[in-house]
């Protein structure tokens, strides 16, 4: 049997709102005629409504997702709302009518109407799941729970600020890097498809006897001239597809896999999934939510793969009556003394959530720390390696130029 949540117009003409046990929708029906009602809608309880997708106006790519900065919106201004004595249906309502993105608009739309259908508002989010990660619902499940949605909203919205500003630390230590690497890559492939061929077209006719070193670059730049439009074209998807790629969550996790191997980013690479572990798991835990799901939750999102399977073997170890620090301090490689001993210290005197903070305070700092000294260090280096390369063209074309000027004399 099933519960159906309807809206229905009674023997006098007037709209009534209930719920009612049936097996199927039709013998729902059924039952609402033989009482006297015209059904309007009848919906399942437990079933969540979701906007469909067209090809052209519903999808992801025309209705522009919903990224870091609508999931900060969403729930600070949410939180705000609902602070202020407004209940959580007009809370949407309102939020529905300031927001002009098309996927966020479609979120609250449905998160409206399931609500009407009985649903909780985690349930919208749920379903959306390439949109809120489940810390995201998790929290908005406990907060939903407790009673607490509006302070676990603000405490959301906050984790989610951090997040999008160390997100974009990172990408602004990279730019710099990335540009350099880029216009270099450009000037050399324009070096051996334009330059280097008609020098060479010169030089072979010269009779000039050409080094070791001129030769390899010659037949590089012949395979790059062959067709510089198709070179060109090459050089723009390799750049497309290594974008595309760099997105996905494998290459991702390969990329950090291989960044933790280094040695200039193998202390970034761990402060950055130590923060990220500390600040998720405290708020987890101050929604209300039990240490084993908290830390199940946690693993999924921490963003780095060493760390996840360490979570979910400490999660086990918990489950089995394991202390907390104990767990952690058996994994000194991944999490330092310090972690264990604060953990410790809150466990003892009840402030394991102030102590997670300080933990992910701490790691916060030294991240930014970290990134600067990254930077401070990936300039030169890459500067010296594009000047090596650069310089080693620039010399095959020299040297037998200097051959022919001297062949003169």
Do not use: W
């Amino acid at each position: 049997m099933s519960i159906f949540i309807y809206r229905a117009l009674n023997k006098d003409g007037r709209e009534e709102q209930g719920e009612l046990q049936a097996s199927d929708k039709e013998t729902a029906v059924e039952y609402l005629k033989r009482d006297g009602f015209l059904a309007l809608s009848l919906e399942e309880k437990g079933k969540i409504k979701k906007s469909g997708f067209s090809f052209l106006s519903q999808t992801d790519f025309f209705r522009g997702g919903v990224n870091s900065l609508d999931r900060m919106f969403l729930v600070r201004h949410l939180s705000a709302i609902l602070k202020s004595g407004i209940n959580l249906r007009e809370s949407l309502e309102i939020l529905e009518e300031d927001t002009s993105k098309p996927a966020l608009k479609a979120v609250l739309m449905d998160a409206k109407k399931n609500l009407e259908r009985g649903q909780p508002l985690s349930a919208t989010f749920a379903a959306y799941e390439n949109y809120f990660s489940s810390v995201f619902v998790g929290l908005v499940k406990a907060g939903e729970a407790s009673g607490t949605l509006e302070e676990t909203l603000e405490g959301l919205g906050e984790q989610l600020r951090r997040d999008y500003e160390m997100k974009k630390k990172v990408q602004s230590a990279m730019i710099y890097p990335a540009v350099l690497l880029g216009a270099s890559s450009l000037i050399v492939i324009l070096l051996l498809t334009f330059i280097l061929p008609r020098l060479a077209k010169s030089l072979i006719q010269a009779k000039v006897v050409l080094p070791a070193i001129t030769r390899f670059f010659i037949f590089i730049s012949g395979i790059f001239s062959a067709s510089p439009p198709l070179t060109i074209a090459i050089f723009i998807i390799f750049v497309i597809s290594l974008f595309l790629f760099s997105r996905r969550k494998e290459s991702r996790d390969f990329f950090i896999f291989i960044l933790g191997k280094l040695p200039v980013s193998r202390e970034l690479i761990k402060k950055l999934a130590l923060a990220r572990f500390t600040m998720t798991f405290r708020n987890l835990l101050k929604s209300g939510m039990s240490a084993l799901d908290a830390l199940d939750i946690t693993a999924k999102t921490v963003g780095n793969s060493q760390y996840e399977m360490a979570i979910v073997l400490i999660a086990e170890e918990i489950r089995k009556g394991a202390p907390l620090h104990e767990v952690f301090k058996k994994r000194a490689n991944l999490f330092p003394q310090l972690v264990s001993s604060i953990i410790a210290v809150g466990e003892r005197t009840g402030t394991l959530e102030r102590s997670l903070l300080t933990i992910a305070e701490y790691y916060n700092e030294e991240v930014d720390r970290l990134l600067k000294n990254l930077v401070s260090l990936l300039e030169p280096i890459l500067l010296v390696i594009m000047g090596i390369i650069v310089a080693t063209i620039a010399l095959s074309i020299l040297l037998p130029i200097y051959q022919l000027v001297s062949s003169f004399r």
